[in-house]
């Protein structure tokens, strides 16, 4: 096997090397429908295998979930097990091989057939088991390929994930520690999943285009998060650099140690409060562990993804308390709902738009919504009797939707009195991610107590480039002067005022940026847990 080499955007720091795990999600698409004559014996026997490999899969999951007390999900995975193995699936692709289909074909077209026959049934519970049935096809169709079709959660062995994208619904699922890395075709430094690879402490190589299709059948790959690139089935030789590579930043590492426990201060004494972005409240101890200050950015919307219907204001008050106790006098910034963009959500009904990053996210949403934004507020309000808890607004583009959310923030404080449900104060900042809120900083500035720049959107908007297109890395970087000038504009309404800027978005983490920002004004920076020691570090000498 000879190695081959992707190129990239370098997203996430740090090299790993690890077994491949493909994520295919939808279609499979088999590079082969027709086989020799002579090989239907041949492939038919792997065809079997394949069955066998599936089937001890579904049946460990089962296992596992009965054991974990989830035994109506394992009922799901005995019946994939039961459609893996029924006579009619082999006899069908016998039939197939025989006239000299290639098994993958087969075995996706007799899955096929079989779910559109259940489907025109005139049974409801039937037709939805037409999906079940294409789901253990394409799961047969992906090992005979050489990939799996399984979930993410299904990664049980720490690996190197290669995908087209990664929605962040999907890196949430991953179990934890079995994401070795991640090599996504599309993507770029500010797309999810360059920023939950960054706030996992693994490498990224994102937007390697299609070349990623050629390495999809790889059985190991090497990934340098740091150069941008990623070797595919590398040989001994490139594994050797690659753990050189690791020994280095494994010293950088811990010279950097000793900072996790400073406080951020640059060299003049100007104190810069270092703080974590996180999506849940499972992060805290390991971003507490970095050296944490706080929590500038609390990303909510997770809590929303990771299941099928919306969290209740319970659920939440429950999850926002764990994280400001978790974080005890230290502040814990909390976002409000940000979804709409890339970021989807189920149990809400959201429209197919022309250009989702300029639609109904956000701030926008929530006050459509009330049913979506009370219940998080009051949950908030709830939790700030716990700990230091603040909120952020996103996605605001003029001061009326400010005033419009204090608005509904006070309903609900009125609404938590009547009912003599404990709460607690919490000051309120905005999002600085549009151009509009930035111009418009010494009008919002009067009604918050903070700001916190969200580069990441900031960027996009300002210089008009997609921060998911991988084409566009020249323009998608927060040292552009336009961006700089106007969170120059954004500091200064905010002195004026009185208030804080912070920086959310993946600039605050960046060394070379660091400088330029605390001159501007920033002390905050606000970035993934494992970037914190080094910009602790960089702080320190300015
Ligand atoms: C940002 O836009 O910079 C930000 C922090 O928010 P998100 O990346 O979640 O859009
Ligand atoms: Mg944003």
Known sequence: MTETRLTGVAASDGVAVGKAFVHTPGELAPDRDRIEKGSEKTELARFDEAVAAVVRKLTATAEHLTATGSGKEAEIFEAHVEFAEDPELRDGVEERVKSLGSPESAVLAVGGEFAAMISAMDDEYMAARADDVRDVASQIAAELIGCSAAGLEALDKPSVVLARSLAPSDTARIPKGMALGFVTSEGSKTSHV????????????????????????????????????????????????????????????????????????????????????????????????????????????????????????????????????????????????????????????????????????????????????????????????????????????????????????????SELEREAIRFGDIEVGVMVETPAAAVCAADIAPEVSFFSVGTNDLVQYTLAADRGNEKLERLQSADHPSVLRLIGMTCEAAKEAGIWVGVCGEAAGEPGLIEKLVALGVTELSMSAPRIPRAKKVVSEV
Do not use: H
């Not at 494994?250 to 104190?271: Q, Y």
């Open 194 to 413: 360059s920023i939950m690879a960054r706030s996992m402490g693994v490498p990224a190589v994102v937007g390697v285009g299609d070349a990623l299709e050629a390495s999809l059948g790889a059985e190991t790959v090497a990934i340098d998060g740091t150069e941008g690139f990623a070797v595919a089935d590398p040989d001994p030789e490139t594994i050797s650099d690659f753990e050189a590579k690791s020994e280095e930043i494994a010293d950088e590492k811990s010279s950097l140690e000793k900072f996790k426990n400073v406080e951020g201060r640059t060299k003049d004494g100007r104190r810069i409060e270092i703080s974590a972005n996180l999506g849940s409240a499972k992060e805290a101890a390991d971003a507490i562990e970095y050296g944490a200050e706080g929590v500038g950015l609390f990303r909510t919307e997770f809590l929303f993804m990771e299941r099928d219907e919306l969290p209740t204001e319970d659920e939440q008050f429950e999850v926002y308390k764990e994280a400001v106790e978790a974080f005890g006098e230290r502040p814990v910034i909390f976002r409000t709902l940000d979804v709409g963009g890339d970021k989807d959500l189920p149990g809400v009904e959201q429209p197919k738009e022309e250009n989702p990053f300029l639609g109904w996210r956000g701030i926008r949403m929530c006050l459509d919504v009330p049913e979506l934004f009370k219940p998080q507020l009051r949950a908030l309000l709830r939790a700030a009797a716990f700990g230091n808890a603040k909120v952020m607004f996103p996605m605001v583009a003029d001061v009326s939707e400010v005033v419009a959310a204090k608005k509904v923030m006070a309903e609900c404080r």
